[in-house]
């Protein structure tokens, strides 16, 4: 894997080589080479920081939980490439170096000459709720998104599907009617996650919804139904092994508001899921407010409850700025707050087990970012 996308890699440096050459005036290249070499558009990003956390409750000689910790530490580097092989044919590769993941390659076509329709097959973010549609560069928090997108939409924390992204393999048709004010998105997948097999004999149907009753205003509405198939024990959920197939439907409700002359922003939603037999609710708001031409303040709230029969409930709380020096290129600081968190603990056959605790979690996150485009 690693040769084969050192090699592609390399190959598409030759392209912008190329295309860098003929824009300068080189010597005459083959119509081939110069077609292609302008039809590859590369993008990437890279997101670094810090982070203190200090965790309430815990003994200063626990063995198992660090009650105070920091470190300095790469999140994401994301290559990204895309292809335009028509004005309605397009193709698109991601590529994370940080985890050395694959996360994302689909080819999409537009049907109708206009937006009303088009399809994507191939591996991508599926379009249940609003922030798994955003990219990292986009969204506020440092630690990217809420809690209940997160653990709902197979971003990390559910343990049941792994770690997936938010991603999935499967086909997906969209569109946007009546000059933009509406769209939609519905969509087969396998419901396992990236990079491997469904693993059982059931698709998962996502459905999106938007309106846009003005170009600042978006009505969302998102679903999906499915079985899972777990690929390890939650630490929420204490009645589904691995290997078990289980019903895995979810569906989120909220809107968007984005100023057209300013940074101003509002986004907040409610979600919830059912995982078998247990419930998973929760809300969030988060906000930006410009107080200068570069600098912003940051603020969300976050209630999440991983398991409403159990009272796994989580309240979480963002302050910070944000000061963009170029274009899509930051520098965040931020004060995280979290009612609840995960610690190790051991059992009694001597093995460690992830146990829900409500105890104070605190942390401080600086974080700076930079984007080809």
């Keep these: 894997m690693g040769f084969k996308f050192t090699l592609i890699l390399t190959m598409l440096l030759c392209l912008v080589g190329v295309g860098s050459m003929k824009a300068q005036g080189g010597d005459k290249l083959p119509d081939w080479a110069v077609d292609l070499a302008k039809r590859v558009q590369i993008d990437g990003y890279a997101q670094a920081g810090f982070t203190y956390q200090h965790t309430g409750g815990l003994a200063d000689d626990d063995k198992l939980n660090k009650k105070d910790y920091n470190t300095f530490e790469m999140k994401r580097v994301f290559l990204v490439v895309g292809a335009p092989i028509t004005d309605r044919w397009f193709a698109m590769f991601m590529h994370d170096f940080n985890g050395g993941v694959v996360h994302e390659y689909w080819t999409s ?58 991603r999935d393999l499967g086909l997906e048709l969209s569109g946007e009617t009546n000059d933009g004010k509406f769209a939609y998105k519905a969509a087969v997948m396998n419901g396992q996650g990236i990079n491997k097999k469904d693993g059982n004999s059931e698709k998962d149907f996502i459905g999106h919804l938007e309106f846009r009753p003005t170009k600042e205003l978006n009505i969302v509405a998102t679903g999906q139904i499915g079985r899972g198939h777990a690929v390890d024990r939650s630490s929420y959920i204490s009645n589904i092994a691995p290997g078990e197939d289980y019903k895995r439907n979810r569906w989120s409700a909220g809107l968007t508001y984005k100023s057209q002359t300013s940074r101003l922003s509002l986004r907040t939603e409610y979600l919830e899921g059912r995982d078998k037999d247990v ?42 700025l944000q000061y963009w020096f170029y274009k899509r290129c930051r520098i965040q600081l931020q004060y995280v707050y979290k009612s609840a968190s995960l610690q190790d603990q051991m059992m009694p056959s001597g093995n460690v087990s992830k146990v829900f605790t409500h105890n104070a979690n605190h942390a401080i996150m600086c974080q700076m970012q930079v984007r080809i485009k």
Excluded: W
């Design 109 to 166: 076509y537009r049907f109708t000459n206009n937006k009303a329709f088009s399809a994507r097959i191939g591996q991508f973010k599926h379009a249940y709720t609003i922030e798994n549609n955003m990219s990292p560069t986009e969204l506020e928090a440092i630690d990217v998104c809420s809690e209940g997108v997160t653990y709902l939409a197979g971003c990390g924390s559910d343990r049941l599907m792994g770690t997936q992204y938010g």
């Design 279 to 320: 419930t998973s609710r929760g809300v969030y708001a988060t906000g930006v407010l410009p107080v200068a031409p570069k600098l912003d303040l940051v603020g969300s709230y976050d209630f999440f409850n991983y398991n409403v029969k159990e009272h796994m409930d989580q309240h979480k709380a963002i302050f910070g």
